[in-house]
């Protein structure tokens, strides 16, 4: 089973940038995905999570508005679109696979499978 990000990397304060994430080796037509994130010297945060099925969508209320998240079935792709990016947002990003129940969508622990991170750095 493999999550596979890419995308990452600098943009300035109020540009945009794309995460994308492939997933393969299982059916995850049963999970939750999504992406954490992980600044410097901060506990590792909830961004943002998509259901597979119906394709319903949860943010953090820091990231409501600015980002959205969007999967492609027919790819297994999950991505993660920024936009308005602030220096706050520079974190390594995760993405994330697991199944749950709806009340525990935000939460770390609730996801099983983690991909190797993609940085994304926001430069004044």
């Known amino acids: 089973v493999q999550l596979q990000a890419s995308g990452g990397g600098q943009v300035q304060v109020g540009g945009s940038m794309r995460l994308s994430c492939v997933a393969s080796g299982r059916s995850f037509a049963s999970d939750v995905m999504g992406w954490f994130r992980q600044a410097p010297g901060k506990e590792r945060e909830f961004v943002a999570a998509i259901r597979w099925n119906g394709g319903m969508a949860y943010y953090a209320d820091s990231v409501k508005g600015r980002f959205t998240i969007s999967r492609d079935k027919a790819k297994n792709t999950v991505d993660l679109q920024m936009n308005s990016l602030q220096p706050e947002d520079t974190a390594i990003y995760y993405c994330?696979?697991?199944?749950?129940?709806?009340?525990?969508?935000?939460?770390?622990?609730?996801?099983?499978?983690w991909g190797q991170g993609t940085l994304v750095t926001v430069s004044s």
């Open positions: 994330v696979a697991g199944e749950m129940a709806l009340s525990a969508t935000r939460s770390l622990t609730s996801y099983r499978q």
